[in-house]
C-alpha cells in the first residue's frame, strides 16, 4: 500500500509540473510558451516524479503497466489543482486555454489518436535522452509538439480543466496515442539489434 500511496504522490506532482507547464504556456504564448513549457518535464525528470507519458514506454513488467493507471489519476489531479490556481488568478487567461480546447474539440476522435503517437514518441526519446544524463531533448522535444499540435495526454488536462470543458474521449485518444507513441522506441531497438 505504501509503494502505491508513493506513487499516487510522485504523479500529482508531476500533474502539477505539468500544469504549471501549461500555465506558463497560456500565459506567454506561441513559442516562447511552448519553450517554457520544458521547465515542466524538467521538473518532472529531475526529480524523478511519475508522469504517464514518461513511464509509459519504460514499464518491464505487469505491475508496471498497471501502475499506469494510477499515474495517470495523479497526474489528473495534479493537473486538476494547477487549473484551480489559473481560474482564480489568472481568469484573463481562461480564453486561451478555451482555444486549444476547440482546436481539440474540432478534431476527430481519430485524428486526436494519430497526433498523440509523435508526442508519446518525443517524449519517450526525451526521457531517454535525459536518463543518460543528455537534457537537450527535453528542451527541445516539448516545443515540437506544442508547435506541431501533437496532442499530450496530461497537458490536455490541464486545457480541459482550465477552459471548464473535459473532453471525455478525446483525452481518451491521446492516452492511447500517447502509450503507442511512448513505445515505438522498442520496436527501433529491436530493428537496430537486427
Request: charged share 10%.
Amino acid at each position: 500500500m505504501k509503494r502505491i500511496v508513493n506513487l499516487l504522490i510522485s504523479s500529482v506532482l508531476a500533474g502539477v509540473c505539468i500544469g504549471l507547464g501549461g500555465y506558463v504556456n497560456l500565459v506567454v504564448g506561441g513559442v516562447t510558451g511552448a519553450v517554457m513549457f520544458s521547465f515542466g518535464l524538467l521538473s518532472v525528470v529531475h526529480y524523478g516524479l511519475a508522469l504517464y507519458t514518461g513511464k509509459s514506454g519504460f514499464f518491464t513488467n505487469t505491475t508496471e503497466l498497471v501502475d499506469l493507471l494510477y499515474i495517470i489519476a495523479g497526474n489528473f489531479v495534479g493537473c486538476w489543482l494547477v487549473s484551480l490556481i489559473f481560474d482564480y488568478a489568472s481568469p484573463q487567461y481562461i480564453e486561451s486555454a478555451q482555444k486549444v480546447v476547440n482546436v481539440i474539440a474540432g478534431k476527430s476522435l481519430m485524428a486526436v489518436f494519430v497526433l498523440a503517437i509523435p508526442c508519446g514518441f518525443i517524449m519517450s526519446t526525451a526521457v531517454k535522452f535525459a536518463r543518460e544524463g543528455r537534457y537537450l531533448p527535453l528542451l527541445f522535444g516539448v516545443p515540437l509538439f506544442i508547435v506541431c499540435g501533437f496532442r499530450h495526454s496530461i497537458a490536455d488536462i490541464f486545457y480541459y480543466w482550465a477552459a471548464s470543458d473535459f473532453l471525455f474521449l478525446p483525452w481518451l485518444m491521446a492516452i492511447f496515442g500517447n502509450f503507442v507513441g511512448c513505445n515505438v522506441h522498442r520496436a527501433l531497438e529491436i530493428a537496430r539489434e537486427k
